[in-house]
């Protein structure tokens, strides 16, 4: 349930390869997510070039609680992942 002071982020994940099991990365990177005490609302992946994909992960987490860049910072460190960018930060009104 969205309440007012909740945020909306949307993340993007860039694996170091095309051979990388993009299922096994998103598994990995969802358990970071929630483990912040965040919850993972949606998750696309979009194709990048030359059969390389990337992540998106929106998730919602109390603005008062939730640290992105810790997030980001601990999903960056993961085995096969590139590079991570916060590309949306919004407040959630519901």
Known sequence: MITIADVIIKLKVMP???EVDMEEL???CKTKIESANAEVHKTDIQEVAFGL?????TFIGDE???NAD????DINA???VSTTDIIDV???FG
């Open 26 to 28: 998103s598994n990995k």
């Open 16 to 18: 170091i390869g095309p």
């Open 64 to 66: 008062k609680t939730i």
């Open 90 to 92: 919004r407040r959630a």
């Open 70 to 73: 810790k997030i980001e910072a």
């Open 53 to 57: 994909k990337a992540i998106i992960f």
């Open 78 to 80: 993961l085995e096969n």
